[in-house]
């Protein structure tokens, strides 16, 4: 699928390859929203954004975004878990 995107002109760089930057930075920006909100897995994320898992962690790294989400009831009730199983 394709999506148009009308953008004012006046936020467009001239030069063709700031363009083609730019529009791989919009790529870049909706995976890391889409994977935040977690509508997007790691793995399809990166590709939405076109990139490779490392540039696609590297980004999470540079905004702040975790790349592994865990709930904290269930992590502590996992640890509740754990410690029962292997209490001595």
């Known amino acids: 699928m394709q999506l148009t995107l009308d953008i004012p002109d006046k936020f467009l760089p001239p030069d ?5 930057s730019l529009t791989q930075q919009i790529r870049l920006y909706s ?3 889409l994977f935040q909100s977690k509508q997007l897995s790691r793995g399809a994320a990166c590709e939405f954004a076109g990139v ?23 992590l ?7 410690k029962q ?4």
């Open 52 to 74: 490779d898992i490392y540039a696609f962690l590297a980004a999470c790294k540079k905004y702040n975004i975790p790349v592994i989400n865990f709930d904290p009831d269930d």
């Open 76 to 82: 502590e009730s996992d640890v509740t878990r754990f």
């Open 85 to 88: 199983k292997h209490s001595v």
């Open 16 to 20: 063709q390859d700031k363009k083609n």
């Open 31 to 33: 995976a890391l929203l």
